[in-house]
Structure formats: C-alpha cells, structure tokens
C-alpha cells in the first residue's frame, strides 16, 4: 500500500511537468533551439538554409494549445539586437548586449540566452497560432546567427497536482520516520 501510495504521488508530480504537444514549423535546428541568420541592420531574420542576402525572411509558425514562453537570442558574436514580431505586432526588443562583437558564443544558445553579453528576450504567449518573425535593429558584423526557443509555461493547475504529489510524498515519508 505504502508502495503504490508513492507511485501515485511520482505519477501526479511528473504528470504536473509535462507539456502539452506544441508545433513550431519550421524547425531548423533541435527541438529546443530553431535558428535564423540575419545580415545588416534593418533587415528581416532570414531562412537557415539559404544565407545570403536575398534569401527570404524568415517566419516561425507556432501553434501552442496552453501558454508558452518565447525566447529569442542572438549567438556566435556579441553586439546585435533584434526587434521581435507576433502576427505582425511588436513584442518588443532584445536586451542591449554587454559583449562586443570579439565575444564569441560558437552558437551555443543556451550559453548566449543565460548571459548579458549576447542581446536576448522572453515573452509570454497565449494558446493559439502565433507567427513569429523579427528585425535587425543592430548588427555588429552585419552578419550572424540566432535562435527562438518555445518552452511551456505551466499552468495554475499544474502547480497544484505537483505540490499535491510532493505532499503527498512528504506525507510517505514523514510516516515511515
């Protein structure tokens, strides 16, 4: 009994941190980062597979069935912000870097996301289908790469099977001592 109360209560906590199934097209790196390449300043983030100046700006379909949080970061060389876009409205700008464009993040995105010297930025979206796009608004080298990333935001109702199944686990336990 004590064994299967246990059981139960790992099952609530792991059913409580996992996401439901979200879409983000097109993928063009793992499922954690989606990269982009962008040139100079004012000009549009542009498709993976075709860097060049005329490739074709890029977009990021994302259909979402709870809310998410949306991270975008610049990587390899320090120095670029973006202006991002959801269905064409302004989500805002990436942060100011504090690298210049001799730091190099070898396209590490996790590393470039986690520091002040690569420009990055979150935003909150709801369910639903979002078209995410974005703008060079400085670009060091007049070139480089960057990343979106789309992780679930657990909802109220989540956080409450957790704490229900670590209390319960608590609960076991304090019971056996």
């Known amino acids: 009994m004590k064994l299967a109360k ?3 209560a790992s099952l609530l906590a792991a059913a409580a ?3 439901q199934a979200d879409t983000i097209t ?3 790196a793992d499922s954690n980062w989606n990269q ?10 542009l498709d993976l597979s075709a860097f060049d100046s005329s490739a074709a700006p890029v ?3 994302i259909t979402l069935q709870s809310a998410a949080q949306l991270n975008v970061t610049a990587a390899g060389y320090a120095g670029d912000v973006f202006q991002v876009f959801d269905n064409a409205s302004s989500l805002g700008s990436t942060s100011t870097p504090t690298g210049t464009n001799t730091d190099y993040a070898d396209l590490n ?3 470039a996301f986690s520091s002040n010297k690569w420009s990055h930025g979150s935003w909150t979206l709801s369910a639903g289908t979002h078209t995410i796009t974005g703008l060079v608004t400085i670009s060091a080298l007049q070139a480089g790469a960057g990343a979106i990333q789309v992780i679930a935001v657990p909802e ?4 409450a099977m957790l704490m229900a199944g670590l209390g319960l686990i608590g609960l076991i336990a304090r019971r056996r001592a």
């Open 109 to 111: 995105f996790d590393q």
């Open 26 to 28: 097109p993928v063009t």
């Open 17 to 19: 941190l996992t996401a």
């Open 156 to 159: 109220p109702t989540s956080y």
């Open 6 to 8: 246990a059981l139960l």
């Open 59 to 61: 977009s990021f379909t």
């Open 36 to 45: 982009f390449y962008y040139g100079d300043a004012s000009t549009p983030w």
